[in-house]
């Protein structure tokens, strides 16, 4: 009863390649989110989207393309893979878009993403 | 941009220790939450602190949000190897315009050894 999956959770591959990895979550939450974390374990919010509806778009080369085929599912699909990719990606939910309090996010497990 | 500066980076300490870990920025938020991170997973929600000065205790662990809702810290008391981790601080910001974007700090990885 996972409540935030990803896949995969490792990915190895070549600069160049287009691959995806897919998030989904089981708790009824509108929101979701990517997030990378590098090498030094900074957490960077990249995308969110509040019921398929994109609403947070950080500054990311547009070879990352999220989508959100319904509310519990956000894929990123990330083109023409380069050296400075390889990190580890977060997909995260929150009940919905925060308003003074800041809601809980959960995370899921993450996919370390290798591109030799 | 908001930016949220952790400090230490790194904490070694033996098991039965205090530490105090450090969470600053020149920016307002108006929620600040503290989550913790084990190797190969993600990050899990610890507490949230919302009013300034405010104090949350959870069981060894103590959060303080600074009066001016800029800096935070967690401090915990007789340290366990369990404790071992790597420690997060986020901010909200206003939550008329962040649609529940969160500010990390760099994290502050904490070894407790036995």
């Known amino acids: 009863d996972t409540a935030v999956s990803q896949t995969p959770k490792y990915l190895v591959t070549q600069m160049g390649n287009d691959k995806s990895i897919k998030c989904e979550q089981n708790?009824?939450?509108?929101?979701m989110y990517w997030y990378k974390q590098d090498s030094k374990k900074f957490l960077k919010i990249m995308f969110s989207y509040n019921n398929k509806e994109l609403i947070i778009n950080e500054t990311v080369p547009n070879r990352f393309s999220p989508k959100s085929p319904d509310k519990a599912h956000l894929n990123l699909h990330i083109n023409s893979l380069e050296l400075g990719d390889s990190a580890v990606y977060f997909c995260a939910s929150s009940q919905g878009i925060s308003g003074a309090v800041q809601e809980t996010q959960y995370f899921g497990p993450g996919t370390r993403l290798l591109v030799l | 941009t908001q930016l949220l500066e952790q400090s230490p980076q790194f904490l070694s300490i033996q098991e039965g220790e205090n530490l105090t870990v450090y969470c600053n920025s020149s920016s307002v938020f108006s929620s600040l939450q503290w989550y913790r991170q084990e190797p190969g997973e993600g990050p899990v929600l610890l507490v949230t602190v919302v009013t300034g000065g405010e104090v949350k205790k959870l069981k060894r662990l103590t959060f303080q949000f600074g009066d001016a809702r800029k800096d935070s810290s967690l401090h915990i008391t007789a340290a366990q190897t369990g404790d071992t981790g790597l420690y997060l601080c986020?901010?909200?910001?206003?939550?008329?315009?962040?649609?529940?974007?969160?500010?990390f700090g760099q994290g502050t990885i904490l070894t407790v050894h036995p």
């Open positions: 708790l009824g939450h509108d929101t």
């Open positions: 986020a901010g909200g910001g206003d939550g008329g315009t962040s649609y529940g974007k969160l500010t």
